[in-house]
Each structure stands twice: as C-alpha cells, then as structure tokens.
C-alpha cells in the first residue's frame, strides 16, 4: 500500500526583504502560523466546437496560479510583520511583490520551487479568539525549479536553482 503524504511535510517559506542601499535581499522564512496555504491553477482554456463535430473540444493554453492564505497573527514573526505591513500601507505594485519557495520535504533532494507573488490583501480581524488576516498570493513570475537546504531545523531555507 501507498504512503500518503502528510501536509506538513509541504512547507512554504516566504521571502522578507532586507535593504542594503540599493540592492535588496530576501531570508526565506517558514510560514508558521497559516492556518491555509491552498494553490489554485487557475486553467485559461480555449474552446471551440467543429462544424463538422458534435461536441466542444477544450484545451488548456496557459496557468494563472494563485494560493490562498490565512493566518493567526503573531507579534514576533518576521513574515506576519512584512504582511501585516503591506496590509497596513496598503502596498501596492512592486512593493507587494514576494518570492515564496515550496519545499517538498518528502524528496530525497529536498526539491523546490521558487516564484514571485503579489500579496493581494484582502481581509483581517475575523475571529473571536485571535486576530486573523487572509488574502491571496498570485502569480507573478516564472517557476525556478532548484533544491532547499537549511541549517536551522527548517525555520528558514536557501534555494539552489537547478
């Protein structure tokens, strides 16, 4: 019988920016505290139907890939802070952009995908408990397939592109 693959073994780390002068870089940190991460391809299709068929054929010409997020908020983390920030001066074109990378930790080379987002906010304070935010990432560059490694017990990561 098969293995199922556990959820958590699929981790997300999010690029937060560090400026030095001029030049910008990112620390990939896990995203703790999403209570949901689900992607969305997102199909553009193109139908058509024959005058010599009886039926629609379809196929998929491209992706729109989006992934939906929500998160309990916690003071001390670094990647609730920078979306709390976007959220709050409502950030809008470049400065809402994030490379996001998804390590899949069930792989022998611990392989990954790494690809630029736009945070598109959309809503905080739901909950009665604790103080929530969600939105949606959505695509903003290509795929960069490579491996993760991490010094750190997986808290934060680095990327090798393929």
């Not at 098969?2 to 958590?8: D, E, H, N």
């Not at 999403?34 to 139908?47: A, G, L, V």
């Not at 952009?97 to 987002?117: G, T």
Request: net charge negative; hydrophobic share 35%.
């Amino acid at each position: 019988m098969s293995a199922v693959v556990k959820r958590c073994k699929k981790l997300a780390f999010y690029g937060v920016p560090q400026a030095e002068g001029d030049m910008v870089t990112y620390t990939y940190y896990r995203m703790k505290g999403f209570d949901d991460i689900t992607t969305s391809k997102n199909p553009r299709e193109y139908s058509r139907q024959y005058v010599d068929e009886e039926f629609e054929q379809t196929d998929v010409v491209g992706y729109n890939p989006s992934i939906s997020f929500g998160f309990d908020r916690f003071s001390d983390d670094a990647v609730h802070n920078d979306l709390v920030d976007i959220f709050n001066q409502e950030k809008v074109g470049a400065e809402a952009v994030r490379p996001i990378i998804m390590v899949d930790l069930e792989s022998d080379e611990k392989s990954a995908i790494m690809r630029d987002f736009s945070v598109i906010a959309e809503s905080e304070g739901s909950g009665t408990d604790l103080y929530k935010y969600s939105g949606s990432f959505r695509v903003k560059g290509e795929k960069v397939y490579g491996t993760a490694m991490s010094e750190d017990e997986w808290q934060t990561c680095n990327f090798a592109e393929a």
